[in-house]
């Protein structure tokens, strides 16, 4: 996952009392997991400063496994432990398999240790041990007049705060979107609502929100899904002359609702009922109010969705 602003703070890591709180957590929780990961990152971050340079300086493979396996089941996990299953790389990120207890869940950081656990920037070790959240609490999340792919009356509705120009969000789009409309938004089960959250150091995303509402404005929910797929199939190249290029294709001509910036405080609206709603980074998914973070694997969500499901039946 991608945060909303870079995080340039000390990292202060005190491994005693943070291996006493995580003790006496449940081992079989993704959020514990989740924060348990981001201390391996400060791993790699030693890794790097001892070798003189942070930006850019690659790790290897071998070293991220052993320096994961020694860390975690030497300081954090007092019984069991972790093995890294397999660590590989692809258009410069990492992604390593992780089995904890029999489960295997995966994480995902740059080749310089800067992002993990989908992509999340590192973050006070302390606060992250401290702000663990729990699969009962419930946001408060409107839909707004927002874009809606599915059933309008089923059970689950699916918030996302997204950036067209995230990583993370085109990983979701990928992999893990197709599987929830086959086997939720198709049979009417659930219904996927799309909120803009465009991070600012993503030069194009604003515009690119903005042109996904512009051709809603022309076309309806069902034009706007179509852009929505374009633009992140052609997540590359998000520049103002393509974005037009792509809405054309469509048969939609927005040239002067881009250029006049009508759609922006529609945007910037979204931006901040997110904002509100505890987003900091992309993409970030409220299943019937529970939070979801990061590019998680299908199986999460899908675990979520039942569980949504089965609680709109009682």
């Not at 874009?147 to 509705?157: E, Y």
């Not at 993370?168 to 219904?191: H, M, R, S, W």
């Not at 899904?225 to 290029?245: C, G, R, V, Y």
């Not at 759609?263 to 998914?285: N, R």
Request: charged share 20%; hydrophobic share 40%; net charge negative.
């Amino acid at each position: 996952m991608e945060e909303n602003q870079a995080n340039n703070d000390t990292i202060t890591l005190n491994v005693k009392p943070v291996k006493n709180f995580l003790t006496k957590l449940p081992k079989h929780n993704w959020a514990v997991l989740t924060y348990i990961l981001i201390i391996i990152v400060v791993i790699l971050l030693i890794i790097n400063l001892n070798s003189g340079d942070f930006t850019g300086n690659v790790i290897s493979e071998k070293n991220i496994a052993n320096e994961i396996e020694t860390f975690v089941n030497t300081q954090l996990v007092e019984e069991g432990g972790i093995l890294v299953e397999s660590i590989t790389e692809e258009s410069g990120i990492y992604t390593a398999l992780i089995n904890l207890e029999g489960e295997t869940l995966p994480i995902y950081f740059t080749r310089d240790g800067k992002f993990i656990t989908q992509g999340r920037p590192l973050q006070s070790i302390l606060e992250a041990v401290g702000n663990i959240p729990t699969a009962t609490e419930k946001t408060e999340v409107t839909a707004d007049d927002d874009a809606v792919k599915g059933d309008l009356n089923a059970p689950v509705t699916i918030i996302e705060f997204s950036d067209y120009e995230c990583p993370f969000c085109n990983k979701f789009y990928l992999e893990t979107y197709p599987q929830i409309v086959q086997n939720y938004i198709d049979t009417g089960k659930a219904k996927i609502i799309f909120r803009d959250f465009p991070l600012s150091f993503h030069q194009n995303a604003q515009k690119a929100s903005e042109a996904a509402e512009c051709v809603r404005n022309q076309g309806g929910d069902e034009a706007y899904w179509k852009m929505h797929d374009l633009l992140f199939e052609n997540q590359a190249d998000l520049s103002l002359e393509k974005i037009k290029s792509l809405s054309l294709s469509l048969g939609y001509n927005i040239d002067s609702c881009l250029d006049s910036g009508e759609m922006e405080a529609e945007v910037l609206a979204d931006l901040e009922a997110g904002s509100l709603a505890g987003v900091s980074g992309t993409p970030a998914f409220f299943i019937n109010g529970i939070k979801i973070e990061g590019a998680q694997p299908y199986a999460n969500f899908e675990a979520a969705i039942e569980a949504a499901l089965t609680e709109s039946q009682i």
